[in-house]
């Protein structure tokens, strides 16, 4: 812990160059750009940081477990920007990415970084949907916000889905919490009783899912795990 900690300070340490705070800022006003007829207006909106780590030796697979280390929600102002960009670089270097490098050989020197900043959604329900070679989708699904990390925490809805757009098959699990924004803060609350027990995905979203899904898939022609968000009644992949 002490030497992952000695290697973390050297990032917050680090000062960043101008340039690259001046290039920061300018794409995070165009995130917060809204128009509204001829008036356009920008606004420090709420950012999330997604991680994504690359490497030429080792598999996705291989690295899943440190990039789900990274990455922060409900960002807002270019200085917490920076700063949470700063602990998204040293989270490769927590002591459980250290044990794990460790404990799987893996040359931490030979895994890269790259952080995606996109613009919040502040999801209602969000999950992951999985789509195979024979375009069959499983669908997980929480109340909150998602990702992998999340899903793994609590038991989420599975829904199976034919390639035919046929729900074949569905769990509803209990949801006893959730996580939401409450003061601009991601925030661990508990579930109410009138929706801990209800089915997080209703039968229309469940086949709009995956014919979005299975769009995604002819494009790229590979199987693919999809993270997804509902804000609004609107979808985001």
Known sequence: DKDANEIRK??????????????????????????VGWLNSVVN???VIRVSLTSEEYTPAQLDFVEQLGGALNIKGVDSLIANIKESWASLYL????EYYHKNNINHNKVGISLIVQKMIN??????????????TVIESILGYGGKSVIKELTPDHYEVSNQLQVRNKKISTQEWMLKRMVGKTTKVKVDKQHKDTQKLQTSDIKELSDLSRK?????SVPLTIDWAIEHADFYI
């Open 95 to 98: 002591p459980e990415a250290l």
């Open 216 to 220: 995604l898939h002819l494009y790229f």
């Open 123 to 136: 999801a209602t329900r969000s999950g992951i949907s999985i789509i195979s070679k024979d375009k069959n």
């Open 10 to 35: 050297l990032f917050f340490k680090t000062k960043i160059n101008d340039d690259f705070k001046i290039e920061l800022a300018k794409i995070y006003s165009k995130i917060g750009e809204t128009s």
């Open 45 to 47: 909106t709420f950012v």
